[in-house]
């Protein structure tokens, strides 16, 4: 059964791929969408409301504290206090004026012994590694994923979690990730607004995810889904006290309680790397066309967000949409057009 998508709003701009294939959003109070866009040397913070009211202009711009530096997932603070900037050799809480407010240092994330640094504070180097950070929903802490041991001998390299205080940077939990030899990485907020989840793409190595809390007083991590290395975390949702995951190789979607125990599954197809939840009932996601020779798996799909039962395939106005959705949890989901850098949002 195939139910038809209506078109609710576009916005063209320099960046809007981001807005679909990047990391951008950081849902803030009462379930407003924060789009973070990279944009030259800044960091842009847009209302994603405002963006498609016909309002270009970002609410804040926060300056890259690295020129030369490229990589990393930044966050942004619930009251735009500052971004916590994920470098190569520190993580950087920078105000909107430029000024520094903590920095946390950290080994490097490239491996190659006594390469150089250029730059500011001599940042920046060829590496194409990183890591990543998440500001905590009462703006309280700063989760960063970083080097905590590099050397010599790549027996010393050792990544980590942290958590720092988001007021002075300072250390106040932290976890070795003897596991991880990171390509990248994201955070992911829960919105219980108390666990923070780490992804870490470790390319051809596989993926990691961790789910942690921080009481004050002692770090709690859940990292059940990591002996096969193989899920991708994707989304969360207010209505839901777990998580969605993907397997890297598109071979089922999952539905998660925090603590990794799979509560639902669908194997029917190979799965793309487009999905989320588009309400609390309903769970939004893609096919992937390269692995599935059956035309009639093809396509966009509507499931049951508790039983990831299959439930309509969604039917766009001129027909299949290619590339990757972003469902926004509101009943709400964004594509993004190539040929004209436009992003459009759709309700079934």
């Known amino acids: 059964m195939d139910v038809d998508a209506h078109l609710l709003d576009s916005v063209a701009l320099p960046g809007a791929r981001e807005l679909v294939y990047g990391c951008p959003f950081e849902v803030r109070g009462t379930g407003r969408h924060r789009a973070l866009l990279p944009h030259g040397a800044d960091l842009e913070v847009h209302e ?10 970002p609410d804040v711009v926060f ?33 909107a004026d430029g000024t520094t407010r903590w920095v946390y240092e950290h080994a490097c994330w490239d491996q190659r012994v006594g390469h150089p640094h250029t730059g500011d504070e001599r940042q920046v180097c060829p590496g194409s590694e990183s890591g990543s950070s998440g500001i905590s929903a009462d703006g309280r802490f700063v989760w960063a994923h970083v080097v905590l041991e590099a050397g010599d001998d790549p027996e ?10 988001a007021e002075d940077g300072r250390e106040l939990a932290r976890l070795p990730l003897p596991d991880s030899v990171a390509s990248g990485s994201w955070h992911l907020a829960h919105p219980d607004g108390v666990h923070m989840g780490l992804c870490v793409g470790m390319g051809q190595d596989g993926v990691l995810v961790y789910w942690g809390r921080w009481d004050g007083r002692e770090l709690t991590v859940h990292d059940g889904l990591n002996d096969g290395l193989d899920r991708i975390l994707f989304d969360v949702h207010p209505d839901h006290a777990g998580f969605l995951t993907v397997e890297h190789n598109g071979n089922d979607l999952q539905l998660h309680a925090l603590d990794g125990t799979v509560l639902a599954e669908n194997e029917e197809v190979r799965w793309g790397h487009g999905c989320g939840f588009l309400d609390g009932d309903t769970v939004l996601a893609t096919t992937r066309v390269a692995y599935d020779a059956d035309p009639e798996a093809h396509g966009t799909w509507l499931l049951d967000a508790r039983t990831l039962e299959r439930r309509e395939r969604v039917r766009y106005p001129s027909g299949p949409a290619d590339g990757l959705v972003r469902p926004l949890g509101d009943g709400t989901w964004l594509t993004y057009d190539a040929t004209t850098d436009t992003v459009r949002r759709w309700t079934a």
């Open 48 to 57: 994603l409301e405002a963006l498609f009211a016909g309002d270009r202009a």
């Open 156 to 165: 010393d390299y050792l990544e980590g979690w942290v958590v720092l205080d």
């Open 63 to 95: 300056p890259l504290p690295w020129p030369g530096w490229g990589g990393g997932v930044h966050s942004v603070h619930p009251d735009l206090a500052f971004a916590a900037f994920s470098g190569q050799r520190s993580v950087r809480a920078v105000r």
